[in-house]
């Protein structure tokens, strides 16, 4: 299991890190859709914080587990809130923009399965 935690550590620190990258550099693709949910461009950057410290609290978590538990626990949490910003902003019934909402609920499920994994290995 000590395995599955550790490349499910680094399959996610590398998403959230590419992720929280594009949000502080506020690209226009991840912008457009932000400013659509009504998420202004301190809000993204404030998120693109976040995601990238959990991205290195799952990196550091390799040499203590409880930074990665930490870190793995508040991504999810933080895509907890990303799903609510889509459910108020109805994507899910709007074809066009489904697949982004969809995005966190997949994120929050490999999230929250990876601070599982941490917490369940020995």
């Known amino acids: 299991m000590l395995l599955a ?3 499910l550590s680094a399959l996610v620190a590398l998403v959230f890190l590419l992720a929280g990258a ?3 550099l506020l690209r ?3 912008t457009a859709n932000l400013l659509r949910l009504g ?3 301190t809000m993204t950057r404030t998120i693109g914080v976040l995601e990238t410290a959990g991205a290195l609290g799952l990196v550091a978590g390799l040499l203590w587990r409880p930074i990665a538990v930490a870190a793995a ?3 999810t949490l ?6 609510g910003y889509h459910v108020r902003a109805r994507d899910f019934a709007h074809r066009r923009h489904r697949s ?4 966190p609920v997949l ?4 999230a929250a399965t990876t601070t599982m994994t941490l917490l369940l290995t020995p």
């Open 39 to 41: 998420v202004g461009s």
């Open 73 to 75: 626990a508040g991504l």
């Open 78 to 83: 933080l895509l907890i809130g990303a799903i």
């Open 28 to 30: 226009p693709q991840v």
């Open 100 to 103: 982004h909402a969809a995005a």
């Open 107 to 110: 994120l929050a499920v490999v």
């Open 22 to 24: 594009q949000k502080l």
């Open 5 to 7: 935690a550790t490349i």
